[in-house]
Each structure stands twice: as C-alpha cells, then as structure tokens.
T-cell receptor
Framework: EAQVTQNPRYLITVTGKKLTVTCSQNMNHEYMSWYRQDPGLGLRQIYYSMNVEVTDKGDVPEGYKVSRKEKRNFPLILESPSPNQTSLYFC????????????FGQGTRLTVV | RKEVEQDPGPFNVPEGATVAFNCTYSNSASQSFFWYRQDCRKEPKLLMSVYSSGNEDGRFTAQLNRASQYISLLIRDSKLSDSATYLCVVNPQGSNYQLIWGAGTKLIIKP
C-alpha cells in the first residue's frame, strides 16, 4: 500500500529536549516536505527536499532541521524545542514539484511544555 | 491581506442541498490551484485540481476566476460524508516547490 508514515503520532516533551519526528514514504517520490498546522492558519511549509541531499527552507524554518540521506526518509529534527513549536506536523511527498498531488502522513501532534 | 483567504465557516447545510464556497488569492500570477479535503485534523487529501476551464468530478465542481482572483468549489446533492474542512491551495508563479494553503472552510452536513 502506497503511504507516508510518520512517527510518533503523539508526543509531549519538555522545553529544550531534542526530538526527531520520522517520515518515510514507499512511493519512490523525489519531493518531500514538512508542514505545521496551527488553528486559524493554513499549513505552513517548514522545509522541503527535491531529492537526496537536496533540502531548502520553507516559510517557517526557524528552530527546525531536516536531512535527506535516503530517498524514502525525511526526518524533522527539533534540537531545542520551545512551547511555540507546539503544533500538528505533517510530512508530505509527491512525484513532482508543487503542481502535483501531495500525499500526507497521518500527522504528529507535538506538545512542548 | 493573506495570500490565500477562505471563509472559515462553519457552513451548516442540510443533506441533499447544494453548497458552494470560494477562496481568494492575492498573487495574480499564480499558476496552479487545488482543493484538498481534511477530516477532523487528519491528513489532507487531494479532492481535485482546478483548471482554467473548470473541473467536474461527480457531485463536485471547481471553477477558476482569474479576473477576480478566486476559485470556487460547488458540492451538489451533499452527503453526510461530505462533512469536512476544505482547503484551498495555490502554487505561486515562479515557485516549483511552494504551495500556499488557506486555513480551510468547515462544512457540516446535517441529516
């Protein structure tokens, strides 16, 4: 089954404790992105990747890091989480650039206290 | 002004009715347009792309009005299962990788 898998689905952590949210896709997609979704706001892109070892900042990259060492995996790293990073996070992949269908993971609900 | 604006709703509509909502965008050179559907804070899923000539898929019709810079979504014969949040998405000109997402319009279909 074609899918994008994120882990964990839910996470409560404390300020400053490094964490990683994993994302894996089995569709051989080149393009992957991370978004955050907050009430009253549209999805905002954090980082995106066009291929292995090629990443770039989205609209809200501050406080986040990513890596793309393999085509299927695109982890999101919060080196020192803060409460303003409490949000719902989605990983997405697509076969082409922005004008092609994006497939999303089930989301990670992160709370930083 | 937000780049992509939607009426947050909720739109409360009786089952079987027709409902329509719009989405306005600020970048007149935007190239691609989409409607995604999101259920109860689950992941968004593509509903349909919006072409210059319009697009129809069963009970759903999407239209693009470039002159007034909005896209619309029409749902005919609404079903209970249509209850969801509908997200308007725009790809600005000059960006291969960026999508601008609206905050969504919540639709509630009542029996």
């Amino acid at each position: 089954e074609a899918q994008v898998t994120q882990n964990p689905r839910y996470l409560i952590t404390v300020t400053g404790k490094k964490l990683t949210v994993t994302c894996s896709q089995n569709m051989n997609h080149e393009y992957m992105s991370w978004y955050r979704q907050d009430p009253g706001l549209g999805l905002r892109q954090i980082y995106y990747s066009m291929n292995v070892e090629v990443t770039d900042k989205g609209d809200v990259p501050e406080g986040y890091k990513v890596s793309r060492k393999e085509k299927r995996n695109f982890p999101l790293i919060l080196e020192s989480p803060s409460p303003n990073q409490t949000s719902l996070y989605f990983c997405a992949s697509s076969s082409g650039p922005a004008n092609t269908e994006a497939f999303f993971g089930q989301g990670t609900r992160l709370t930083v206290v | 002004r937000k780049e992509v604006e939607q009426d947050p709703g909720p739109f409360n509509v009786p089952e079987g009715a027709t409902v329509a909502f719009n989405c306005t965008y600020s970048n007149s050179a935007s190239q691609s347009f989409f409607w995604y559907r999101q259920d109860c804070r689950k992941e968004p899923k593509l509903l349909m792309s919006v072409y210059s000539s319009g697009n129809e898929d069963g009970r759903f019709t999407a239209q693009l009005n470039r002159a007034s810079q909005y896209i619309s979504l029409l749902i005919r014969d609404s079903k209970l299962s249509d209850s969801a949040t509908y997200l308007c998405v725009v790809n600005p000109q000059g960006s291969n990788y960026q999508l601008i997402w609206g905050a969504g319009t919540k639709l509630i279909i009542k029996p």
